[in-house]
C-alpha cells in the first residue's frame, strides 16, 4: 500500500494539476490520503496527460517566464514544470541555441567578469535577465545575432580590443569589420602626442565643442559613471587637424578684421606700440601677430 501511495505521490508531484483545473477541463477529482510520518494529508487532485501546446509553451519561455509563471498560465505547479522540462530534455535558458550567458561573453571578448553585465545594464550592449524565481539570480543573456551585429559596428570599437579576444569565428568576423572600415579609434592622449601638445584638454575640448567629430564612450569598463566616459577620435580625421598657435588660441580678439587693420596701420607707418594702444591690447601680442602676417614666424 505505502508502494502505491509514494507512486500516485510522484505523479501528482509531475503533473501538477489542481482540483480547480481539472473541473475546468471536465476531469473527475479523487480523493488520495498519504501517509507520511503518522500524519494524514488529504489531497484532491487527479493527473492529466501533457499536451504538444504545453510542451510547447514550457520550451518556448524558458528564460523569458518563471517556473511559476509559466505553471499559472497552463494550469500546473512550479514542480511539475522543473520535472517536465528534465524529462523532456528542454534545454534551460543559459544553454538555449541562439543565445549566450553574459559570462560566456567576457571569456569571448576577454574582459573581466563585470564588463560585459555593466554594458547590458546600462544599455550599451543588447541583452535581458533571464527570469527566474529567485531574487538573488540575476543571470544576464544576448543573442548571438545582436552581438554579430553589434561587434561590427564602428562606433562600438572601442569597447572591444581584438588582441584580447578568443581565436576563432567572432575574432576573425571583428577582424573583417576593422579591414573594411579602413580606419582607427585613438584616445585623446594619442591625438596630442600625434602633434606634440602636452595637456591633453586642448584637444579634448575641441571634440567637447563638437569642433571636431568623435565619440564619448562611457562605462568602457563596464563600471563607473558618466564622469569616467572618455573620447576618441578617428585617425584620419586626427592627422588632418592642424594645430594653432599659443598665441592665437590665448587672444580670442584676434579675428580677420583686426588683422586686416593691423596691417594696414603697419603699412601706413604706425608702430607696433601705436597699433596696441589704438586696439587696447598688448603691444608684444600685436609686435608677434603683425610679424606673423608678415611671414616672419
Known sequence: MDFILTLVDQTLMEHGSSASVIKARGGM????????????INRNSKSLKWTKDEDAFINANLGKLTMVQIG????????????????KAFRPA???AGWMTA????????VDSHTVPGWIRNGILPGEYIASTYVKNKTLRVKIEDLKF?????KNFPYV????????????????AHERWGDEWISMRQFADMHGVED???VTKKLMSKELPGVHIRHLGGRGGNRWALWFIRRSIAEKWIRPRVTDLKCKWITPAA???????????????EISRMMKQNHRTVDYRIRRLKGGI
Not at 559570462?103 to 576577454?110: E, F, I, M, N
Not at 584580447?164 to 577582424?175: A, H
Not at 588683422?259 to 606700440?273: Q, Y
Request: proline residues 3%.
Open 29 to 40: 477529482v479523487r480523493s488520495v490520503v498519504r501517509v507520511n510520518q503518522n500524519k494524514v
Open 72 to 87: 499559472e498560465h497552463i494550469g500546473r505547479s512550479e514542480n511539475a514544470i522543473k520535472i517536465r522540462q528534465f524529462r
Open 94 to 96: 543559459t544553454k538555449q
Open 103 to 110: 559570462h560566456q561573453v567576457c571569456l569571448l571578448l576577454g
Open 150 to 154: 553589434w561587434l561590427t559596428r564602428p
Open 161 to 176: 580590443r581584438v588582441e584580447r579576444m578568443k581565436p576563432g569565428y567572432f575574432r576573425r568576423l571583428v577582424e573583417k
Open 200 to 202: 591633453v584638454k586642448t
Open 259 to 273: 588683422d586686416a587693420f593691423m596691417m594696414k596701420m603697419k603699412s601706413e607707418g604706425k608702430t607696433s606700440v
